[in-house]
């Protein structure tokens, strides 16, 4: 069963500071397929970050990713207070594999 | 402006049927491939199932194979969802989302139905 594994569960900064979350593949992955999300309360999911690396329309250039094969790195380079929410890793454009990561919260120190 | 519009969510008892309507606005449904995926209370994010752009392959969790029925509209711009021996453990807002090209990630999504299964 393919798994993909953040971490870490929540992350715990101020305003301003970086943000470094990590997800882990069970196996080896296209780059190409790694997708990253932001969820705030209440609302939907919004698509931040696809193909490991490409940030999606609207995302602010703070937002970068990284990594290939099983490792990959979500990083916020100086935290705003609109960042504060959970962020998602998921595998997409395998089929029939979309499967999300548990996800990591980061909030306000 | 490119909308996804969740309908048809509600109070349902075990064992019992749903179906979830997804309209779509702003951009070409017909060449777009379409998922469900739901959130349970608290709980991350549950891909559910998938419908090509023009219905040729479906793929499912599965959790919810032959309970659930992905199938759309290119006509009407519609996505659809039929649940059927729903359990407690479905409860939870289930969301659309479009596909940004292929079969590659989400880029546009619905604000969400809830669906509660209870006694």
């Known amino acids: 069963e393919f798994v993909l594994t953040q971490s870490p569960g929540t992350l715990s900064l101020s305003p301003g500071e970086r943000a470094t979350l990590s997800c882990r593949a069970s196996?080896?992955?296209?780059?190409?397929?790694l997708a990253w999300y932001q969820q705030k309360p209440g609302q939907a999911p919004r698509l931040l970050i696809y193909?490991?690396?490409n940030r999606a329309a609207g995302t602010p250039d703070r937002f970068s990713g990284s990594g290939s094969g099983t490792d990959f790195t979500l990083t916020i380079s100086r935290l705003e207070p609109e960042d504060f929410a959970v962020y998602y890793c998921q595998q997409s454009g395998v089929p029939p594999q979309w499967t999300f990561g548990q996800g990591t919260k980061v909030e306000i120190k | 402006q490119e909308y996804l519009v969740e309908s048809g969510g509600g109070v349902v008892q075990p064992g019992g049927s749903l179906t979830l309507s997804c309209a779509a606005s702003?951009?070409?449904?017909?060449?777009?491939?379409m998922h469900w995926v739901r959130q349970a209370p608290g709980q991350g994010l549950q891909w559910l199932a998938f419908?090509?752009?023009?219905?040729?392959?479906?793929f499912y969790v599965d959790s919810v194979k032959g309970r659930f029925t992905i199938s759309r509209d290119n006509s009407r711009n519609t996505l659809y969802l039929q649940m059927s021996s729903l359990r407690v453990e479905d409860t939870a807002v289930y969301y659309c989302a479009k596909v940004l090209r292929g079969t590659g990630p989400l880029d546009l999504w619905g604000q969400g139905t809830q669906v509660t299964v209870s006694s």
């Open positions: 193909g490991a690396s």
């Open positions: 196996q080896s992955i296209n780059s190409r397929s």
């Open positions: 702003g951009f070409t449904f017909r060449t777009s491939g």
């Open positions: 419908i090509q752009y023009d219905d040729s392959n479906k």
